[in-house]
């Protein structure tokens, strides 16, 4: 077990070190210069180079990166061009958006798909089966972004339940800010729910077909018994692992669900600074994601490790 934390360890920071690489190259080879996009076309050339090196864009690229990473290490994530004030702020204030709407639709799809796809594994070639797995389809195919309009159609003009968008904070209390993430989050979370229903149930019929079902089955366990003690557990590698990349899409990847519901989250941030040109508040958050994305990553690696032990002799 050691060897397997060793090893998925020097990969975390052997992929996070070439995620900031990749990063930072290509934002500075992008067109187009920060200081004279601020501003604006008719600034004088000396007051363009003044601000150049005010904000450090005249030093050496190198150099550049490795003040960047350094900074980043010990917690200071530079300042935004746009809005004047620290990127950590932003990020911190942007976070408990993101967040928790990117728990509540993975723990609503979650909810909703291992249920359904172990009904449907259990009930393969039925009605149930068929049923369950043509609404999974449909899932499957709609946008989140059209599901997202259609949610608001439906619950929040037709029938005015919930807001149809923005977002209140938390100053008045859970409720306030809960309801406001309920569309968005049920936007994103069921297009995830049918993928994940597809590959439970996947995973559950291969398992049913081993020699230790079978076996199970011989020694008088019932159907019902035999599949919730050995197949489902045994088919959970596969479906804890998509449920890692799910969560790690549904924290890097809302842009779109945010600007539907103009929720001020990381992904509108993200959006926000790339339209103004804010490099350095771009190159935080994409580093910052990406490394959500690689940490949940090795998560789901350890998770899988624990429920199947063979995992952890497989060769990185």
Same mark, same amino acid.
């Given at each position: 077990?050691?060897?397997?934390?060793?090893?998925?360890?020097?990969?975390?920071?052997?992929?996070?070190?070439?995620?900031?690489?990749?990063?930072?190259?290509?934002?500075?080879?992008?067109?187009?210069?920060?200081?004279?996009?601020?501003?604006?076309?008719?600034?004088?050339?000396?007051?363009?180079?003044?601000?150049?090196?005010?904000?450090?864009?005249?030093?050496?690229? %190198?150099?550049?990166?490795?003040?960047?990473?350094?900074?980043?290490?010990?917690?200071?994530?530079?300042?935004?061009?746009?809005?004047?004030?620290?990127?950590?702020?932003?990020?911190?204030?942007?976070?408990?958006?993101?967040?928790?709407?990117?728990?509540?639709? +993975?723990?609503?799809?979650?909810?909703?798909?291992?249920?359904?796809?172990?009904?449907?594994?259990?009930?393969?070639?039925?009605?149930?089966?068929?049923?369950?797995?043509?609404?999974?389809?449909?899932?499957?195919?709609?946008?989140?972004?059209?599901?997202?309009?259609?949610? +608001?159609?439906?619950?929040?003009? !037709?029938?005015?339940?919930?807001?149809?968008?923005?977002?209140?904070?938390?100053?008045?209390?859970?409720?306030?800010?809960?309801?406001?993430?309920?569309?968005?989050?049920?936007?994103?979370?069921?297009?995830?729910?049918?993928?994940?229903?597809?590959?439970?149930? /996947?995973?559950?019929?291969?398992?049913?077909?081993?020699?230790?079902?079978?076996?199970?089955?011989?020694?008088?366990?019932?159907?019902?018994?035999?599949?919730?003690?050995? /197949?489902?557990?045994?088919?959970?590698?596969?479906?804890?692992?998509?449920?890692?990349?799910?969560?790690?899409?549904?924290?890097?990847?809302?842009?779109? +669900?945010?600007?539907?519901?103009?929720?001020?989250?990381?992904?509108?941030?993200?959006?926000?600074?790339?339209?103004? !040109?804010?490099?350095?508040?771009?190159?935080?958050?994409?580093?910052?994601?990406?490394?959500?994305?690689?940490?949940?990553?090795?998560?789901?690696?350890?998770?899988?490790?624990? +429920?199947? %032990?063979?995992?952890?002799?497989?060769?990185?």
């Amino acid at each position: 077990m050691t060897g397997f934390l060793l090893r998925r360890l020097l990969i975390l920071l052997a992929t996070l070190f070439a995620a900031s690489l990749v990063v930072f190259a290509v934002l500075q080879i992008l067109p187009g210069d920060p200081a004279a996009i601020m501003l604006g076309t008719g600034a004088r050339p000396d007051t363009v180079a003044a601000l150049r090196h005010q904000l450090g864009l005249d030093a050496p690229m %190198p150099l550049r990166y490795l003040r960047w990473v350094g900074g980043m290490l010990v917690g200071q994530f530079g300042t935004s061009y746009t809005y004047s004030v620290p990127v950590r702020d932003l990020v911190a204030e942007r976070v408990m958006v993101s967040l928790p709407l990117a728990v509540m639709a +993975i723990c609503l799809s979650t909810a909703i798909a291992i249920p359904v796809g172990v009904l449907a594994a259990a009930r393969r070639g039925h009605a149930a089966d068929t049923a369950a797995m043509g609404v999974a389809q449909i899932g499957v195919a709609l946008p989140n972004f059209w599901l997202g309009l259609l949610l +608001i159609l439906a619950f929040a003009i !037709r029938l005015p339940w919930l807001p149809a968008g923005g977002f209140p904070g938390w100053g008045g209390g859970p409720w306030h800010g809960l309801r406001a993430l309920i569309l968005p989050a049920l936007a994103l979370g069921l297009p995830q729910g049918a993928i994940l229903a597809r590959v439970t149930r /996947a995973a559950v019929i291969e398992t049913l077909g081993e020699d230790f079902m079978r076996t199970a089955r011989a020694k008088g366990l019932t159907r019902r018994a035999a599949l919730w003690r050995h /197949a489902v557990p045994n088919a959970l590698v596969p479906v804890v692992t998509l449920i890692g990349l799910q969560f790690s899409f549904l924290l890097a990847g809302t842009v779109i +669900i945010e600007n539907v519901f103009t929720l001020p989250g990381l992904g509108r941030l993200v959006f926000q600074a790339i339209a103004q !040109r804010d490099l350095i508040v771009v190159q935080d958050l994409v580093v910052l994601l990406a490394g959500s994305v690689i940490v949940v990553n090795f998560l789901v690696d350890l998770v899988a490790a624990w +429920i199947d %032990p063979r995992q952890r002799h497989v060769s990185a």
